[in-house]
């Protein structure tokens, strides 16, 4: 379709069917076009949490990186953070290596030397060393548990190797790059007694915000509610395997909470993040059920219904375009919004399979609703004067969005339930307030 973005309405979507998803949509049939809106998204090192930094969430891990330097050099903005200085090394690849898989009798040497240099320098030897390794590896069928345990017995001192797959290729896979990374991870946990009084929240690198998710499981009696991001020690990682279960916050991590169930005697169950005042209701009863505990969020839940009726109120025709790089499932936003009677003009996200259930809804409410996909050629024909869109939301809406206002809403700490719906609404509000001012 040259000369125009590719483009279906939602109500054009619901009638194909789950089965029938457009390819255009899936950005995983061709060639890839990887304008400013993408570029966080297409490279899994590239910007937040990708394969590099979650690879560190561990503390007491270092990385090292083995790839040829264009892959390599990407690590620069995210080495010259402060919290990981010294923690990033390099075993550069050349030609020879590419075609050979000569580097890898050389992976084992290169730990050894990184392990070396810590302790003789800064006087303190890494828990874990993981392992990042690039599509190149992915190319040559490289076993990387294979190459790990190599470094594990040069090393001998017990220090733990583990692989990292910085692997674009398995995007569209069974097992993509920050799925594998969620499973590497937690599989350093090791069987441990069963503590009744702690709970782990897994599935983000950073913490989530000081929510009513703390409060139902503090009310609840949960002594110690642990995330990988808040744990300071490796010791302290170790106690996560003492869990009485684990909440699962982002799709992402059912592979690891799985294995940690099945490995660990871990049950898991899962939130969803939800926008919709309503349905959050619902999940946090169902959740209550399920654990066998009382709750009481009604103040909560007030506050996020009075964020959205005053956004109504003071903005009744309010019309928005959503993209896929913010701390949002971007069709289960947009309907929620439609429930909530606004506008929803554009949105920019990869449709896989599951996310068909929110499109079909969002159908009933707002069937003209645009769909494109960010990663899809023929947005090089992206016409960014059709939307009639008042607010963006998410940092590659910005780039489809000149001239209106926009909230990125991608922090590393993310919102959740209903603080996550009243602190959007609320920002939400601001914005447009400060932009008729």
């Known amino acids: 379709m040259a000369g125009k973005a590719v483009q279906y309405t939602a109500a054009q979507i619901r009638d194909l069917g789950k089965e029938n998803i457009p390819k255009e949509l899936s ?3 061709g060639l890839v076009y990887s304008s400013p809106a993408t570029l966080a998204y297409n490279s899994p090192g590239a910007e937040g949490f990708g394969v590099k930094r979650a690879g560190l969430a ?12 264009c892959c390599g050099r990407n690590t620069s903005i995210v080495s010259s953070m402060p919290q990981y200085k010294d923690r990033f090394f390099y075993l550069m690849m050349d030609e020879t290596d590419l075609v050979t898989g000569r580097h890898l009798k050389r992976i084992p040497e290169a730990v050894c030397e990184v392990v ?3 302790e003789g320098q800064k006087g303190k030897k890494p828990r874990v060393v993981m392992i990042c390794i690039t599509c190149v590896d992915a190319l040559l069928g490289t076993d990387m548990e294979r190459v790990c345990s190599a470094c594990e017995k040069a090393l001998g001192d017990g220090t733990r190797v583990r692989p990292s797959y910085m692997y674009a ?14 499973q590497t991870l937690y599989s350093l946990l090791e069987p441990m007694e069963k503590d009744p009084g702690s709970v782990n929240i897994i599935g983000n690198f950073a913490p989530l915000e000081d929510g009513e998710l703390f409060k139902i499981l503090t009310d609840a009696g949960v002594k110690h509610i642990r995330q990988i991001s808040t744990c300071g020690t490796y010791d302290e990682f170790l106690k996560m395997a003492s869990a009485n279960f ?6 992402e991590v059912r592979a690891a909470a799985h294995d940690m169930s099945q490995r660990l005697g871990i049950p898991y169950i899962e939130l969803t993040r939800i926008h919709d005042v309503a349905r959050t209701s619902a999940q946090y009863k169902a959740f209550a059920n399920a654990v066998g505990i009382d709750i009481d969020v009604s103040v909560e839940e007030a506050k996020a219904q009075e964020a959205v009726d005053s956004l ?21 936003l947009a309907l929620s919004l439609a429930r909530y009677g606004f506008k929803v003009d554009e949105i920019y996200g990869t449709l ?3 996310k068909f259930k929110y499109v079909s809804r969002l159908a009933e409410l707002s069937p003209d609703t645009k769909i494109f996909c960010n990663m899809e050629p023929t947005m090089l024909y992206y016409d960014v004067s059709a939307s009639r869109a008042h607010i963006s939301l998410g940092k590659d809406a910005a780039f489809y969005c000149p001239g209106i206002p926009n909230i990125a809403w991608n922090s590393d700490i993310q919102p959740f ?3 996550g719906i009243t602190k959007l609404m609320e920002t939400v509000h601001q914005t447009m307030k400060e932009a008729r001012a």
Do not use: W, Y
């Not at 290729?169 to 969620?182: C, N, S, Y």
């Not at 109504?312 to 289960?332: M, V, Y």
């Open 312 to 332: 109504k109120a003071s903005f009744p025709d309010l019309t928005f375009n959503i993209g896929e790089c913010l701390n949002a499932d971007p069709f289960e």
């Open 116 to 118: 070396s240099f810590l």
């Open 27 to 29: 950005g995983g049939h």
């Open 58 to 69: 561990v503390p007491e891990s270092v990385m090292l990186i083995v790839a040829p330097g």
């Open 352 to 354: 896989a399979p599951e």
């Open 169 to 182: 290729l398995t995007r569209e896979g069974r097992r993509p790059p920050m799925v594998h990374v969620r």
């Open 246 to 251: 684990n909440i699962v916050t982002n799709p």
């Open 417 to 419: 339930g209903f603080q």
